[in-house]
């Protein structure tokens, strides 16, 4: 990855916290959230313009002018800055993609410099400002330009505090020369007054190493000869001379301060901008270190699919080995496929476990959801979330980023009450939506709760029998009423609106969570609330299985399915026409695939598998169980696509191919 893209990435994770940082801003003003956002536009600033984003440059520096009037009590924040700061976010995002957003990005600072002006017009009489007067000392790592920081934005960024002397300290080669060529050999000596405080002058130099600057507070002409000063730089009578008559000049009032004072971060000794190059060789090997014992590498989901698709196709290569080899295999060698089977499993679990990433990536954009679409129906929301830290397959999470804001958006319209309505039925002004997710074996379960009105079954009828969809007289099942409203172009909604009413929601929610082995159940109490429930499989690619065999043919089951098997004749299954067993006192129902798959032969006898799914059991009946085997899944073509009791296909270790089952729509 070049620095240029490094950057990229960088700055899209930093607009992630930024966003967060923006919206805990929203539910409680903090200054400590407001110095976050501050630190988030000012670290996207800095390196911005060095890597060609001009406008990122622009854009993030008058956003970053605007909260430093906000953390100055210049200015108190308000919705409309929130609002515009989160668009700027947006455009901020679409400029570091290379969209053509300049025009919007330019409106946005009209916005801004209309907030400025009515804010210079509130200030009235703050009276003269103080101006302070520092020394800044800078020595920075020769490779600074390689961490993504641009030192020349650093100096600039320092002339913006205030009225700048600099002293430029070994330059053995020409300082333009160092900056074209990104390798900075000189070290500065600079003499600031500004009306800055010493934290806001500290803040310029966030992302450099406590070695690389010291900033001193003048607070006597006699700092130049101080010990304190003499620690970092040894100068002659003549320099000093040279820097009192400069610091005279900058701050007129120097001559009235006491005695000198060098504020600097406790422990930050001689050591710290030291110019002993054993010193400065072993703070850089420690920060190596540390970054060795916590590191983290970006890696391009381009090359994890590759990996996984390596490791896909060798579990297809170790099962058809195991096939060539059958039965008549010497110890020695079936001791070898033992091994390699088992550094198979090793080799899938350590690929799987690069791509799971938490739930927690998507929070900040359920939030800006929720916040937009509360906000365009007059609502109000509280949203909660337990179980974040929940880890999915990324390409999953990809997928199911759509679905999840579908389910929230019909919560939100459909479901939460207006807060007049909350309060005349006794319930809290702001309506709960709560995401929570969770660990099951190798499934991992989501639910979106809310307290709203939960689905109105009378209005989904009448509007199924007004499409069509129902019949007038007849009666129908909850289930069978929700299945009607996860029907393509069924919608309750009374007009179109921006947030619902064109019939594309719950059937593209089924659609996508079926697209990827999912399930989505729901349940329900009027005048409650509503639960969405998702269930989903930890990784799309590999999966372990139980190879049926009926009439010839081969099917998968997958085995975190399968509850229990047992054999048992056909003239007993088919003893009585409720086609039930019994099984630890319950009856349930069975499908015999043979029957299913329109083959009226059958043997003496079959095996009977209870399927176990979402705790729903029913069973299967096949001719007889093959064996276990790891296979890769494979998605369905457009042929196969809407037979709902396959849920995809793999390749056998012979070469020939197997549909997956989905039991339970057998039953269907």
């Given amino acids: 990855m070049d620095f240029q893209q490094e950057y990229i990435e960088e700055a899209k994770q930093v607009l992630k916290s930024l966003e967060h940082s923006l919206l805990e801003l929203e539910k409680s003003p ?13 670290t996207i600033k800095g390196s911005a313009g060095m890597f060609g984003y001009d406008h990122v440059e622009r854009l993030s520096h008058e956003l ?29 995002r679409d400029l570091l993609d290379g969209k053509d957003v300049v025009r919007e990005s330019e409106k946005i600072i009209e916005s801004i410099a209309t907030i400025k002006g009515t804010a210079a017009s509130g200030k009235g009489g703050r009276g003269a400002e103080v101006v302070n007067g520092y020394v800044v000392i800078l020595r920075p790592d020769e490779n600074i330009y390689k961490r993504g920081i641009n030192f020349q934005g650093v100096l600039d960024d320092i002339q913006e505090l205030g009225v700048c002397e600099f002293m430029i300290h070994n330059e053995t080669v020409p300082f333009e020369r160092q900056l074209s060529e990104k390798r900075i050999t000189s070290w500065f000596e600079i003499i600031l007054a500004s009306t800055k405080s ?26 130049f000869s101080s010990a304190e000063y003499k620690a970092f730089i040894a100068l002659s009578p003549e320099m000093i001379d040279a820097r009192e008559r400069m610091a005279r000049q900058l701050i007129p009032t120097l001559s009235a301060l006491a005695e000198p004072s060098v504020v600097r971060d406790d422990a930050k000794t001689d050591d710290a901008v030291s110019v002993d190059d054993a010193d ?12 060795k014992r916590g590191g983290h590498v970006s890696v391009s989901t381009q090359k994890l699919d590759q990996l996984i698709n390596i490791v896909s196709e060798l579990v297809i290569f170790r099962s058809e080995i195991q096939h060539l080899m059958g039965n008549n295999q010497r110890p020695e060698i079936a001791e070898a496929i033992e091994k390699l089977e088992s550094l198979t499993l090793k ?3 350590s690929a799987f476990n690069i791509r799971l990433v938490p739930l927690n990536i998507l929070n900040v954009k359920l939030q800006r959801l929720i916040r937009s679409v509360s906000k365009d129906l007059g609502k109000e929301i509280e949203f909660i979330t337990e179980g974040l830290d929940t880890e999915l397959d990324r390409s999953m999470i990809n997928a199911l980023e759509a679905p999840l804001m579908h389910i929230i958006r019909n919560a939100i319209d459909h479901g939460i009450e207006k807060p007049e309505e909350r309060e005349r039925r006794n319930k809290p002004r702001k309506g709960l939506l709560k995401f929570y997710s969770y660990n099951s074996g190798d499934h991992v379960f989501i639910q979106l709760q809310d307290d709203g009105n939960g689905i109105d079954f009378d209005k989904i009828k009448a509007k199924g029998i007004e499409k069509g969809l129902l019949n007038k007289g007849q009666q129908y099942s909850e289930k069978e009423l929700l299945n009607v409203m996860m029907s393509p172009g069924f919608s309750t909604a009374d007009k179109v609106t921006t947030v619902s009413g064109r019939g594309v929601g719950m059937d593209v929610v089924k659609k996508e969570i079926a697209a990827i082995r999912g399930d989505i159940e729901v349940s329900t109490e009027k005048g409650l609330g509503s ?5 989903l499989p930890l990784t799309l690619t590999v999966l372990d299985t139980l190879v049926v065999n009926v009439n010839e043919s081969k099917y998968l089951i997958p085995i975190s399915e399968v509850e229990f098997c047992y054999q048992e004749t056909y003239t007993k299954l088919f003893a009585k026409k409720s086609r039930q067993v019994n099984y630890e006192g319950q009856l349930l129902p069975f499908v015999s695939l043979r029957e299913y798959f329109g083959d009226d032969s059958y043997p003496a006898e079959g095996t009977v598998i209870i399927i176990n799914k979402n705790d729903t059991r029913m069973a299967v009946v096949v001719d007889n169980i093959v064996g276990k085997l790891q296979t890769v899944y494979k998605p369905l073509n457009n042929i196969l696509q809407d037979v709902n009791c396959f849920s995809g296909a793999s390749i056998l270790g012979d070469g020939s191919m197997a549909l997956i089952l989905n039991a339970l729509k057998l039953n269907q």
Wanted: negative net charge.
């Fill in 30 to 42: 903090d200054p400590d959230q407001v110095n976050n956002v501050y630190r988030y536009l000012h």
């Fill in 531 to 535: 639960i969405f429930t998702l269930r």
């Fill in 280 to 291: 400065e060789e072993e703070q850089q090997t420690t920060t190596i270190k540390k970054s």
């Fill in 64 to 92: 970053e002018d605007l909260f430093s009037d906000v953390r100055d009590g210049i200015r108190q924040q308000d919705d409309f800055m929130l609002d515009l700061t989160l668009h700027a976010v947006d455009i901020l």
């Fill in 347 to 349: 080799l899938r679990d």
């Fill in 198 to 223: 010493l934290d806001e002058v500290k803040e310029v130099f966030l992302f450099m190493k406590e070695a690389e600057y010291v900033v001193l507070a003048i607070t006597s002409i006699d700092l």
